[in-house]
């Protein structure tokens, strides 16, 4: 499974961004692709996840009703829609799949190579 992120780069307090992550070579209606990210000095940590198929979004309470997540299965495209943004959202943010989904880093087998995110004012 390959995995390829866009769409950072630096935008104002309260502004929005979206993501996007092209993902190919999935093997399984059963898969997942989550979002992560990981500020400079502290660990990757988990912020959205959305199965391949069906309707169920999964949130980081950091995150939720700000960030949302969704999917178009005809371009193999996961999307994260940024909202009210926020200094501590900074990071470098990945797109990842697992064949479980789930919360944790180890919990995703294959990793885009990430895009950054800057919220400054």
């Known amino acids: 499974v390959q995995l390829q992120a866009s769409g950072g780069g630096l935008v104002q307090i309260g502004g929005s961004l979206r993501l996007s992550c092209v993902v190919s070579?999935?093997?399984?209606?059963?898969?997942?692709i989550g979002w992560f990210r990981q500020a400079p000095g502290k660990e990757r940590e988990w912020v959205a996840t959305?199965?391949?198929?069906?309707?169920?979004?999964y949130y980081a309470d950091s995150v939720k009703g700000r960030f949302f997540i969704s999917r178009d299965n005809a371009k193999n495209a996961v999307y994260l829609q940024m909202h009210a943004l926020k200094p501590e959202d900074t990071a470098t943010y990945y797109c990842a799949q697992s064949m479980t989904g789930g919360m944790e880093v180890a919990d995703y087998d294959s990793w885009g190579q990430g895009t950054q995110v800057t919220v400054s004012s």
């Open positions: 070579g999935l093997t399984s209606d059963e898969d997942a």
């Open positions: 959305i199965l391949w198929t069906g309707t169920n979004t």
